[in-house]
Every structure is written in C-alpha cells, then in structure tokens.
C-alpha cells in the first residue's frame, strides 16, 4: 500500500519545477515536503493528484498506476491552502459533496451520506456547525471542514497543500497537533507540502527537502537536522552564521582557534566553510579565543536569550546564549564568540 | 445588566464621515432625474377622468402591445441568459486569437443607434434578405412579425448578462473547481453545482438589465416589427401614436401601465436576486 514516485519530471516552458523526483512513502506514513518556494514542493503534491500533468516518470500506489488514472477516480484527498470550499453550500453540503458526486450505482443512501457527515463532523470537531456556511466560520474551522471533505471519499492518499499557511501562528500550533493525532487515529498515507520548516520537523515522520526541483536529502526530522546532507539542508532547517575556515587534520580552523567538525562526511584539508548555529557559541571575556564583538542589544524576552552583537572583522551576528549568561551582559560590552563546534561545507 | 435604553437612530453612527451631504446629494439627484419626472407621469392620464384612463389601457390594441413588449422583452432576457452565459464562459476561459476584438464587439449594440441596428436587422432578415430569403421558405417568418421584435430585443440586451458575469467568472478560484474534481465530480456536476450557483446572483442581475433595457426599446423595434395592430406593434410604439394623434393623457396611461407592471416585475427579481445572493453571505 505504499506510494511509489519514480523518476518524475515537469517544467514549465523552460523552467522545470521538478527534475526526476523519485520518493517512496510507506503505507500510513506522514511525509513533509519542505522546500523553499519556486522548489517544486507544490506542483509534486499536484502531479500526485493529478491536477498537473508530469512531462515523465510514473507513480505507483500499491503497484496500480496511478498517473493511467483520471483526477476523479484516483481517490486522492486533497486539501488546498486556501480551503477551496464551496460558498454557496452548508458545511454539510461541503462535505457531502463526494459522496453525493459517486455514480448512482456506488452512491451511499441518504441516510448513510448523513450519518458519515455527522462522524467526520465530530472528527474535525465541528459538531453542531454542518448548517453553517463557509463565511461564518474562523479560518481554522474551515480548514477543517475542507479537511474533513476530502476524508469523505475515503481517500487512499491524503495529500495537504500549506494546510496552515493561511492561519495564525497560535490556531496554527493548535490545529498541527490535533493534524497528528487525526493522522494517528484514521493512519491514512499522508503528504503535505510546507515551506515552515519547524512544521514539516514537528508534524512528519519523515521530511523531503526539495530544492530546485530535486530531493535534496529525504529522513526522520532528527536525521535531517543531525546530521544533514548539504549546507543546503543545515541553512533551511534553522538560522545559521558562515565563516571562513581552514580544514587541517579533522580540525577547522577558525580565528585561530581549533574547532571540531561534526557530521560523518569526510573533510579534505583546505579551505573551506563552517556553518554555526545561533547557539553554538561560547561567550567569553574580551581578548578570549574566537571573534571579537561588541554587544549592540540584548534581548532577555523568550526561551533563550538573544544577543545582538557587531564583530570587529565586520558583520553582525545574532546569538543565543542562556539567560544566566545574558543577564550579565549589557550593550557596548565587549565579548569574544568562540563556536563550540561547526559544520564544514566546500 | 441589561444595555442601556437609547433612542432611536435614524442611522448607525459610522466612522466614515459625510453621511448627510451623500444622503443629500443622493436624494436630491434622484428626485430631480427620477422622481419627479416619474411623478409626473402618474398625474399626467387623469385630466379626461379615470374612464379615459381605464378605456385607453384595457383596449384590446393597448392590452395586446403591453403583452407583446413584456412578453417579447421577457423571452429575449432569457435567450440572452443562456447565450451571454456562454460567450462570457468563452471569454473568459479561454485564450484564443481576436479574443479582444470579440470582446470590444460585445458591447456594440451599447454603441450603436438602435434606429440603425434596426435596419441592419431588417436588411438581413427582411423576405429578400440574405438569411430571410433562406428561413422563408421553410416557413419562419422573422420581419414583420413578434418574432422580428424578440430578435432586435435580443440585440439590444445581449451584453447587460455578459457584461453582469464576466467578472464573476473570473473571480471564481480555479482551485474549487480543482476541489470539485479531486473529489470525484465530473464536469457537468462541477459546472451546475459548483460554478453554476457563483454566478447565478448576477447572472439574474444581467437578466433584469436586459429584461429593462429590452422592455424600454422603441427604436430598433420599429424597423422590423411591421407595427401591425394587434400583432406586432410594442407598446411604446403606442404610446408615439397616441401622442401624434394629441392623446396625451391615453400616451401617459400607458406609459403609467408600463411604470407599473415594470416596478413590479424588477422588485420581484431583486427579491430573488438577494436571496440567491444572500446564501453563503449571511
């Protein structure tokens, strides 16, 4: 029952917004696509359903193909980014619209059509809202109504386009958590398509990270930020700093200070890039090991505390230090920034 | 608690200010340009007293022009529903080469004297036309007869439906029509339940332009009806005669007649209209 995308390509004119994709999601998986806008995320989703047609490569769903099969019989769910619901009709109507588009021969009997609203109504937690329309409903209220449309063919695949991108971070944070325990509860292969990248880490069981229309590392949120590909996938995942280094046996050389290198890929000596994330600094006294700053701001509001500081050798970084550490610390302070340890790209 | 009392408002207080000076200007246009021509038409038919009144419009000449125009505006609104419906559909989904020279062509029959669509219209259709000299034959015949009238109201209303729908086409996001299809709908399906009712509120305002505009016609109308008495001759044409024979106040009954079964008949669709309007705004 799994879900077999090999060898895809599209492109638009001249620009191709997929370039031979393959993928594969397991039975009842729940896979993120991530990637930058303009990387193909979306039009992957919608080549998948069939709203889009590949220039090459095949997709199979527990060996039937499915790019053989028309938009309207492949059962596929999809929910669009800006709910696409039908204004004229009751969230009932909205809901019952699959089920009542079936042929005459497959359609389910009026009473059945109305019990399976009612359930899924009470699944998205909309009890008691089937008569209300669209316009009278929040943003995530609709969203689900759009989601729980789409549940009601049945679908074999469930496929999510920015399903939260046109929300609030607060109803966001909210309607992801309860996304993961529907998608617990009917275990339904799913994929969705974001370009948040703590959503797709949060959400997925496993993450694609696309970038110009490839897969540019596919793996569990912690392989994708423990240990990831390129500087590609590190720089996305999470705020990151570059600097200039020398690799010398394993080592990078930084500032005059010897920093190790994490991640398994083997380093050539010579100069390279390091990648430092905002909190993989040291502070330390004037004059200490690694840059030398002075402190523009400090910012004490949040989990971590945050120091805005300008370096001597030109630039400005932002870091994140423990409160402890930033409580005693003031602007025009001056600070040395020592990387604990870095990551090192050509 | 319960609210305070308050008195009562003749309108909501609004952040916007000018208020009064646009309710003034409002009234005042409307009454100078409406109301008081309108008014004077109810007062103008009773000078000869209401017998006159009540003779003029329930002579069977008047009775048959009333129905010939209401009847004849009503069925080309309806023809111009379905087919301005369809090139609105065209224009708007599709690209194809002179898409906007067609689209500049709709609105022609705004521009041009009707007295001249007229006779465009009856140079074609007329018995030695080059259509009339083919339809004849086969027993259709359109000048000269009602059906000579339905077809230059049908030119004069044509573009009020499109001109309603087209923006309301555009407006409706392909992404529906795509939810529609994931979901199993077929084509017909998406376009009757889906697209169809998007539309419907102004299709119905289009429809009651073209209905008011075709019901008011007079100068294409002339041309082709053959003005038989009885048969083909609309009731502003009536109204002309009455006035050239110094009837003024049997010219006013009519038209009075006219007044009402025409405020009738466009209150009824607006109530329609906001009703299939109302649904998903409410």
């Not at chain 1, 990637?35 to 359903?49: D, N, Y």
Request: hydrophobic share 50%; proline share 6%; aromatic share 8%.
């Amino acid at each position: 029952m799994s879900l077999e995308i090999t060898g895809i390509t599209k492109s638009y004119g001249r620009f191709p917004a997929l370039d031979d994709v393959s993928l594969l999601a397991e039975d009842g998986e729940f896979l993120a696509l991530l990637g930058p806008s303009g990387s193909g995320k979306t039009t992957l989703l919608r080549v998948i359903a069939g709203l889009e047609i590949a220039d090459g490569g095949a997709i199979h769903f527990s060996g039937e193909d499915l790019l053989a099969t028309p938009v309207r019989q492949r059962r596929i769910g999809f929910v669009f980014q800006h709910y696409a619901l039908f204004k004229h009709m009751t969230v009932t109507q909205n809901i019952a619209f699959g089920m009542k588009s079936k042929h005459r021969r497959e359609r389910p009997s009026k009473a059945a059509i109305s019990a399976k609203v009612e359930e899924l109504l009470s699944l998205v937690q909309l009890d008691g809202l089937g008569g209300r329309y669209p316009s009278q409903l929040s943003g995530g209220q609709r969203q689900r109504v759009a989601l729980a449309r789409a549940l009601a063919i049945e679908p074999k695949i469930l496929l999510l386009d920015e399903p939260f991108g046109a929300l609030d971070a607060k109803v966001r944070r909210g309607l992801r958590r309860w996304l993961r325990e529907l998608h617990e509860r009917t275990g339904l292969t799913t994929i969705f398509v974001t370009h948040d990248q703590e959503e797709a880490l949060e959400l997925a069981d496993r993450v694609a990270l696309l970038k110009d229309g490839k897969v540019e590392q596919i793996g569990t949120p912690e392989e994708l930020y423990h240990d990831p590909a390129s500087a590609f996938v590190f720089d996305f995942l999470g705020d990151s700093f570059q600097f200039p280094c020398e690799v010398k046996d394993g080592k990078a050389l930084i500032a005059g200070q010897e920093v190790p290198i994490l991640g398994s890929s083997p380093h050539v000596d010579g100069p390279a890039t390091a990648y430092v994330r905002p909190d993989g600094f040291v502070v330390g006294a004037p004059d200490g090991p690694g840059f030398q700053a002075r402190i523009r701001d400090v910012l004490l509001a949040g989990t971590d505390a945050r120091l805005d500081c300008v370096l001597d050798d030109d630039g400005s970084i932002e870091v994140r230090v423990p409160h402890a550490i930033a409580e005693k610390l003031a602007p025009r302070n001056r600070i040395s920034l020592a990387p604990r340890e870095v990551r090192v790209w050509g | 608690m319960s609210p305070a009392k308050r008195s009562w408002r003749f309108v909501e207080p609004s952040a916007l200010p000018g208020f009064g000076p646009a309710l003034g200007l409002t009234m005042a246009y409307l009454s100078f340009f409406l109301l008081v021509p309108l008014a004077a038409l109810v007062l103008r038919p009773w000078e000869h007293g209401a017998d006159h009144v009540f003779a003029v419009v329930s002579a069977e000449r008047t009775l048959d022009a009333l129905r010939l125009s209401f009847g004849a505006a009503f069925f080309a609104a309806c023809v111009n529903a379905v087919f301005g419906t369809i090139v609105a559909w065209v224009l708007v989904r599709y690209d194809f080469p002179g898409k906007r020279i067609l689209d500049a062509f709709v609105d022609l029959p705004f521009a041009l004297p009707t007295a001249v669509a007229g006779i465009a219209l009856v140079t074609i259709y007329a018995p030695n036309g080059p259509i009339g000299s083919i339809i004849e034959p086969m027993g259709l015949k359109v000048a000269y007869t009602p059906l000579g009238v339905m077809v230059a109201l049908v030119f004069v209303g044509f573009p009020f439906v499109v001109r309603a729908i087209q923006p309301v086409l555009e407006e409706v996001q392909i992404d529906v029509e795509e939810a529609a299809a994931t979901l199993g709908a077929n084509r017909f399906r998406t376009i009757s339940q889906v697209i169809f009712p998007a539309v419907l509120p102004s299709l119905l305002m289009g429809f009651s332009l073209a209905l008011a505009r075709a019901v008011g016609e007079y100068g294409s109308v002339t041309f082709i009806a053959g003005n038989q008495q009885n048969v083909s001759e609309i009731a502003p044409l009536l109204i002309i005669i009455h006035l050239e024979e110094f009837d003024y106040a049997g010219a006013a009954a009519i038209g009075l007649a006219m007044l009402l079964i025409s405020i009738v008949m466009l209150f009824g669709l607006n109530l329609i209209q906001a009703k299939v309007a109302g649904r998903g705004e409410r």
